[in-house]
């Protein structure tokens, strides 16, 4: 079965600074496809990043990267240049195919000015 | 593009009673959508898969009689929560993939979810 953990319940950073939000997952599939999803106090979910698990190169979004570590199942997302606005529950989530996702049980993250 | 319009926003029931929430794909045809419940500060959890002109596929635990899925046309998917009691206030989210954007890493675009309390 697939899951998805995230151990860190809560995080805090001050603003312009660097965090990072781990995820670690269970599978034995070799291809599958990494998210992380951000949704602050509107409850809107808006994707923030995605790694496919073909790629070895970490997929980068502006203030947004990812460290994808593949063979320990990790997949953590830094935020560089914490600004307020980055201050929400964030879930990191797995697919494999078909199309259902697997979400981790979120880290909601503080942004402290 | 591929946004997801969830109606209504908020709702207030009275117990016993039916509410229903729509989900529409605005700009894609949406063959599956998916309809997740939170809970306060907790996780998504998959309710069920609402799959056009068929059958929705239910998740271990989730009463079929009591969160009706239809999903008539390409772009609606409509959950129905039948009787309700104040244990089935929560927020409601559902969700699709663009087909447009592929198979593979193609997200989920969600709908801006459903706060449902019920009195």
């Known amino acids: 079965a697939q899951t998805v953990t995230q151990s860190q319940p809560e995080m805090s950073v001050q603003e312009a600074e660097t965090v990072t939000l781990s995820c670690t997952y269970d599978?034995?599939?070799?291809?599958?496809?990494l998210f992380w999803y951000k949704q602050p106090p509107s409850r809107q979910m808006i994707l923030v990043i995605r790694q496919e698990a073909y790629k070895q190169q970490n997929a980068t979004e502006n203030r947004f990267s990812v460290n994808f570590q593949k063979a320990a199942k990790s997949f953590s997302l830094k935020i560089s240049d914490s600004q307020l606005g980055d201050a929400a529950m964030y879930f990191c989530?797995?697919?494999?195919?078909?199309?259902?996702?697997?979400f981790g049980t979120g880290t909601s993250l503080t942004v402290i000015p | 593009g591929a946004v997801v319009s969830q109606h209504p926003s908020w709702v207030i029931c009275k117990s016993g009673t039916s509410v229903k929430i729509e989900c529409r794909s605005l700009d894609f045809q949406a063959t599956t959508m998916f309809w997740y419940r939170q809970f306060p500060k907790q996780s998504l959890m998959l309710m069920a898969t609402?799959?056009?002109?068929?059958?929705?596929?239910?998740e271990q635990g989730v009463e079929k009689d009591k969160f009706l899925i239809n999903h008539a046309s390409l772009t609606l998917s409509t959950l129905t929560v039948t009787s309700a009691h104040p244990e089935d206030s929560s927020f409601y989210i559902c969700?699709?993939?663009?087909?447009?954007?592929?198979?593979?890493?193609?997200?989920?675009?969600f709908g801006n979810g459903t706060r449902l309390t019920v009195t």
């Open positions: 989530a797995y697919r494999y195919t078909g199309n259902q996702f697997y």
């Open positions: 599978t034995s599939e070799s291809d599958y496809y």
């Open positions: 969700s699709a993939r663009d087909p447009r954007q592929g198979a593979g890493n193609s997200p989920l675009h």
């Open positions: 609402s799959n056009e002109g068929s059958k929705a596929t239910y």
